[in-house]
């Protein structure tokens, strides 16, 4: 069985009836929706044409969302409806981002992330969801999907039907017949810096020159705007977990790379620790329920990179501190196998973001994992490089910490050329170089990333080669790289939201 809406826009007048009727069966805050309806206008004057488009939660098959929820608030039901459990949201947003038509919110007010659930109450007692019971043209159709006989599967198969971004492979279950195709591929069309009647809660984002296969003379002219849910906490858990996972990578080399005394023993499980701690909180922080971060632990989703990679997080830290334990109890054999072990737990706590990313299916850009992966590490390499640089200023060290920020600039120019398939991945592989680096600048995030980096790697070189590595030197590199790379991850997590998705 699957629930599904046929939605017939030959009908559809555009009268909202739908959306006030979902905000008052549901409670929906205001300024949130489950039910909306997008107009596009195209044509130029006095040719100008007006389409409707009805969005909402497409009750995939496959749905990402439930995939990457990392507490299972959200399941996919027998009846087919992907119905989501309020009260069991941690507030981490995953949601949203897997989602690749915009049509999971925040409630604000509770925390808690809220969709369209098909008006399941209404459908288990026998009743038809608000939305289409209100609609005055009887444009919207539930049903059925799986049952030939039904009305949602007869008027699907009266005319062509066609979903809402079916390359994302999730088995959209709501179905357009009459739909223009600019008004269902978001991006297609131009959009204004204010609404019809209204001005928009968030300004639209830019569409670099190329970037998109626009139509001439189509605009969207009422719509909802979403806001980017994950900002600079995310991008500072990127920054400091690439620091604790790049001291436990290169720990077990730690005497080859010039590091010896207290430092050779101390240093990189302290850096490891420490670094893994803070990266621990930014990420409960983020969290709107960050009181229920535990459910992590008592309701994990075991398909959730969050879960696997709350797992790594946990492994690693127990790791370095059962590494720095033995080495405070003498016991230096077992610190050094433990050290050993941080070698591929710091490769994982690194590179399980890819993997993280590769889950967020609204987000194009972020689905290049294997681009992502070793991206990772050789970041993780050079941050973790650059601080274990001030206790040693070694030359073997500091050309480490170079090549790996080197690789890390081949990265980007690689993430620049790579080949997008999607209009949702070119548009936002362009406004990575659009991010400003702090707001309101006029200098883009990814351009101080690449002068920081390289300024890093080559002052770097040169001193190493030079034979004047010092601490100041070892210091300023490690604050360039630090502040170039979360300039490029502002670039690359903003621009992974920015596209349209609705």
């Known amino acids: 069985?699957?629930?599904?809406?046929?939605?017939?826009?030959?009908?559809?007048?555009?009268?909202?009836?739908?959306?006030?009727?979902?905000?008052?069966?549901?409670?929906?805050?205001?300024?949130?929706?489950?039910?909306?309806?997008?107009?596009?206008?195209?044509?130029?004057?006095?040719?100008?044409?007006?389409?409707?488009?009805?969005?909402?939660?497409?009750?995939?098959?496959?749905?990402?969302?439930?995939?990457?929820?990392?507490?299972?608030?959200?399941?996919?039901?027998?009846?087919?409806?992907?119905?989501?459990?309020?009260?069991?949201?941690?507030?981490?947003?995953?949601?949203?981002?897997?989602?690749?038509?915009?049509?999971?919110?925040?409630?604000?007010?509770?925390?808690?992330?809220?969709?369209?659930?098909?008006?399941?109450?209404?459908?288990?007692?026998?009743?038809?969801?608000?939305?289409?019971?209100?609609?005055?043209?009887?444009?919207?159709?539930?049903?059925?999907?799986?049952?030939?006989?039904?009305?949602?599967?007869?008027?699907?198969?009266?005319?062509?039907?066609?979903?809402?971004?079916?390359?994302?492979?999730?088995?959209?279950?709501?179905?357009?017949?009459?739909?223009?195709?600019?008004s269902l591929r978001p991006g297609r069309a131009a959009e204004p810096p204010t609404w019809l009647w209204s001005d928009r809660r968030m300004p639209p984002p830019p569409a670099p020159h190329g970037a998109l296969h626009a139509v001439p003379n189509a605009r969207t002219v009422l719509g909802v705007d979403h806001p980017r849910h994950w900002g600079w906490r995310v991008e500072a858990y990127l920054v400091t977990k690439g620091i604790a996972a790049g001291a436990g990578m290169l720990a077990p080399f730690a005497a080859h790379l010039g590091l010896g005394g207290a430092a050779l023993a101390w240093l990189p499980e302290t850096l490891a620790l420490v670094g893994t701690l803070v990266t621990c909180v930014l990420l409960i922080a983020d969290l709107k329920r960050p009181h229920l971060f535990f459910r992590l632990l008592t309701r994990p989703n075991t398909r959730s990179w969050l879960v696997k990679g709350g797992w790594v997080l946990t492994a690693f830290l127990a790791a370095a501190a059962g590494a720095l334990g033995a080495r405070l109890l003498g016991l230096d054999g077992a610190a050094a196998a433990l050290r050993w072990s941080l070698l591929p737990l710091g490769a994982a706590t690194a590179g399980y973001t890819a993997f993280l990313f590769a889950q967020c299916e609204g987000r194009d850009l972020w689905q290049h994992w294997r681009l992502l992966l070793p991206h990772l590490l050789v970041q993780a390499v050079a941050l973790g490089g650059a601080f274990l640089l001030l206790a040693a200023p070694s030359a073997a060290l500091a050309q480490v910490v170079a090549f790996a920020a080197v690789l890390h600039l081949v990265c980007v120019a690689l993430e620049k050329a790579a080949r997008h398939e999607t209009d949702n991945a070119r548009h936002a592989a362009a406004l990575l170089w659009v991010v400003p680096a702090w707001p309101g600048a006029a200098v883009p995030a990814a351009t101080v990333s690449t002068v920081f980096v390289l300024a890093a790697a080559t002052g770097l070189l040169l001193g190493a080669w030079a034979g004047v590595l010092s601490v100041g030197l070892a210091l300023a590199a490690a604050a360039a790289l630090t502040a170039g790379t979360f300039a490029w991850e502002r670039a690359y997590v903003r621009a992974g939201q920015m596209p349209p998705l609705s």
């Open 1 to 182: 069985m699957q629930h599904g809406f046929v939605i017939d826009h030959r009908k559809c007048i555009g009268c909202h009836a739908c959306t006030v009727a979902c905000k008052s069966e549901n409670h929906v805050p205001v300024g949130s929706f489950r039910t909306w309806v997008k107009y596009t206008e195209i044509g130029t004057f006095p040719q100008v044409r007006r389409h409707f488009a009805v969005l909402r939660c497409n009750q995939c098959t496959n749905a990402p969302c439930v995939t990457i929820c990392p507490v299972r608030a959200l399941e996919k039901r027998p009846d087919g409806i992907v119905d989501l459990d309020k009260d069991a949201c941690i507030g981490c947003k995953a949601c949203m981002q897997a989602c690749p038509y915009d049509a999971i919110y925040l409630n604000e007010d509770t925390g808690g992330a809220e969709k369209c659930h098909f008006c399941a109450h209404r459908i288990e007692q026998g009743l038809k969801p608000a939305c289409e019971v209100v609609c005055p043209t009887e444009a919207i159709v539930s049903g059925d999907l799986h049952d030939p006989d039904s009305p949602a599967s007869r008027l699907r198969r009266a005319a062509p039907a066609v979903a809402r971004r079916p390359e994302q492979n999730t088995g959209p279950n709501v179905w357009y017949l009459g739909m223009d195709e600019v």
